[in-house]
């Protein structure tokens, strides 16, 4: 039986309501969020493991540059380059249903390029996050990209209680760092862009609320499973089981 599950993540500055959007889509639509990367678990650790011998170059080449990455910053390297890996074998048996990355691989990428550390901007990175678009092209139906006015952005940061480096900054810092996330998006939304694929589905959270966006998400990526899944098989893709 032909697959029809929809895999996509959702994309955003802070306060543009990522989290809002995934848990209506998980509440009224049985969207199911995908499990992130923590290297705690005994059960993620084949996903590292088989990781790391792939990434030593790039982990060579941070260590030799200052300011290194951090260790939340190899996490994200090791989850865009292994948890596709993941989705797949969490995926194989099932033939329907919607799945969403709340902090996925382009939320990673974004996060690396904000970071601003002297490897990100290498040559070497550059061709290790031009594969990495390009494998995730092929694993993502869609990216929903949520963005707002910044003084709305800036008002819903403040009234959360979540920690972020916005909360309770001067409205020019705020302004700065808001603005520093979207360029971050912006240069991973261009590489993407440019591939073609996968659709971006783009949305402004003050004049759309969620519920309005989930129903119109829900009935695009319905319709367009099956392409997606033909698209897939077409490109030969394979779907290993974790070793």
């Known amino acids: 039986m032909p697959s029809e599950i929809s895999t996509f993540e959702i994309v955003g500055v802070a306060g543009s309501g990522k989290s809002t959007l995934a848990q209506v889509l998980r509440s009224q639509y049985g969207c199911e969020i995908a499990d992130s990367l923590h290297t705690r678990l005994p059960a993620h650790w084949p996903y590292v493991l088989h990781g790391l011998p792939g990434l030593a170059p790039l982990l060579a080449a941070s260590v030799r540059t200052r300011p290194p990455l951090s260790w939340d910053e190899l996490k994200f390297v090791l989850y865009t380059a292994e948890w596709h890996r993941y989705l797949r074998y ?17 939320f990673a990428l974004a996060c690396l390029a904000w970071g601003r550390k002297p490897v990100t901007r290498s040559s070497r990175f550059a061709t290790w996050q031009q594969r990495m678009v390009e ?5 993502l139906d869609a990216l929903v990209v949520l963005d707002a006015p910044d003084e709305t952005l800036l008002t819903r940061i403040d009234e959360r209680t979540q920690k972020h480096d916005v909360k309770g900054a001067e409205r020019a810092q705020g302004l700065e760092l808001v603005e520093r996330h979207r360029w971050a998006y912006g240069q991973v939304l261009r590489l993407i862009e ?50």
């Not at 949305?203 to 695009?220: L, Q, R």
């Open 194 to 243: 440019d591939l073609g694929r996968p659709r971006l589905l783009r949305y402004d959270t003050a004049t759309m609320p969620a519920a309005a966006i989930a129903a119109e998400v829900a009935e695009t990526l319905a319709v367009g499973a099956r392409e997606s899944d033909e698209g897939r098989k077409m490109a030969g893709d394979v779907r290993p089981e974790p070793t």
């Open 90 to 106: 969490e995926r194989d048996g099932r033939v329907s249903g919607m799945v969403v990355l709340d902090q996925g691989p382009v």
């Open 135 to 139: 494998r995730w092209s092929l694993e």
